[in-house]
């Protein structure tokens, strides 16, 4: 039986706007038309997490996570006003990690300080890259200077822990570029970075209109060249896109990949919960920012439980993602599904060198984290 008690519970708060859509991005984001209606969707917001209160069955929210879209688009004040509901409906642990997306172009960088003071306490800088080129080709709407002011706004509004996006494998980049996005991310002193391969999502521009993207040679030189410099300088990977050089990791991130409990509230949001049944649930918001506030005073959730199958692959999506994996007690308390039902499949990837043999940790071992889509095949 599944103790629901014992599982860290998480909140996502999705913020669906952005000043304008990127071409290449299939999010579930909007460019801000006219007016941005901001305190209607505030007050959905809270009203939807009314409605999922009962879902923390008692836990108190140990990681927020205000992701979008662009959730940097809303004032400290909305922001402070959602992180005050949640602690008055469900609670917030002390020193919870909070973090918000900001797009280095659409944030009054005086904002920072102000989204400090409300308790945010991670940012996550959207750069992308540091070269006017390849920003123009992406359809930002930032300028290299941007971004790095914003990394030094950020600091000086008092966050210490700094998250930088960054993507490579972009249209006419090479290996010298891509080096040196990286370069100027980390002379910034950030402690964090997601670098992430760019892909072309079906339903976005640069899906009609493909960009012409680096071969596959080169994308595979720009991935080796990177992965050395990130180590070099003192990065370690901790999951596919993600390095730390200072032991912080995304906590909130961390939960997802090892299969903890989450709320989610916003236009297409979802969540995962173990009830106190034992049995775990999915839950998703309407997905268009109209129909999810015009839903505000019926419950806007959608709950199915998740069938055994669908459990298996999407604990082992999420465990073998991150470089030191989970500890395999994790597999039934978090699952509530005996060891038993894949030991077949594990003894046989262990046997090929794909996933390690302990007894304790649940991983990949360095062959089978580069052919990490073979392993989760056979799950
Ligand atoms: C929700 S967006 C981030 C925040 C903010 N809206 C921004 O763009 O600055 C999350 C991140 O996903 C990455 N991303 C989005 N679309 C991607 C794609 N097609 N391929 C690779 N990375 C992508 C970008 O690095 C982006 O910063
Ligand atoms: S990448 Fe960020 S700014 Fe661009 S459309 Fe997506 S969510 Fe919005």
Redesign the pocket.
């Given at each position: 039986m599944l103790m629901h008690e014992e599982i860290p519970l998480s909140l996502y708060v999705h913020i669906p706007w952005?000043q304008k859509k990127?071409p290449?991005?299939?999010?579930n984001?909007h460019t801000i038309e006219t007016n941005l209606p901001e305190a209607r969707y505030v007050e959905s917001l809270i009203k939807d997490l009314e409605w999922d209160k009962k879902l923390s069955q008692g836990r108190k929210i140990n990681t927020i996570f205000f992701?979008?879209?662009?959730?940097?688009v809303f004032s400290s004040k909305s922001i402070g006003r959602i992180i005050a509901a949640i602690d008055n409906l469900i609670g917030i642990s002390p020193n919870a990690e909070i973090t918000i997306?900001?797009?280095?172009?659409?944030t009054d960088k005086k904002k920072y300080g102000d989204f400090f003071s409300v308790g945010i306490n991670r940012i996550?800088?959207?750069?992308?890259s540091f070269q006017s080129k390849h920003l123009d080709s992406l359809g930002?709407i930032?300028s290299n200077k941007d971004a790095k002011d914003a990394i030094k706004a950020a600091t000086k509004a008092g966050f210490n822990n700094i998250n930088i996006?960054?993507?490579h494998g972009l249209p006419n980049q090479d290996i010298r570029e891509a080096k040196e996005d990286l370069k100027i991310a980390i002379d910034t002193g950030a402690k964090h970075i997601?670098w992430?391969?760019?892909?072309?999502?079906p339903n976005?521009e640069?899906h009609s209109k493909p960009p012409t993207l680096p071969h596959t040679d080169e994308l595979a030189d720009i991935y080796d060249n990177g992965m050395t410099l990130l180590s070099n300088q003192g990065f370690e990977q901790y999951e596919v896109?993600a390095f730390t050089s200072d032991k912080k990791p995304s906590l909130h991130n961390l939960n997802y990949w090892s299969f903890g409990d989450y709320i989610g509230i916003g236009a297409g949001a979802h969540g995962k919960i173990t009830t106190r049944e034992g049995d775990i649930v999915r839950t998703l918001k309407s997905k268009m920012p109209n129909s999810y506030m015009e839903r505000r005073d019926k419950n806007p959730r959608n709950k199915k439980s998740v069938p055994q199958d669908e459990l298996i692959t999407e604990f082992m999506m999420n465990a073998l993602r991150l470089k030191n994996g989970v500890p395999w007690t994790y597999f039934e308390s978090r699952t509530g599904i005996s060891q038993s039902v894949i030991s077949e499949r594990v003894i046989n990837l262990q046997n090929q060198g794909l996933l390690e043999s302990s007894m304790e940790q649940l991983r990949t071992s360095d062959l089978g984290y580069r052919f990490l889509n073979s392993i989760l095949e056979r799950f």
């Open positions: 952005c990127c290449y991005c299939d999010f984001s992701g979008g879209g662009t959730p940097s997306e900001a797009n280095p172009g659409s996550s800088i959207g750069a992308q930002r930032h996006d960054l993507m997601s992430y391969q760019l892909t072309i999502e976005t640069f896109s």
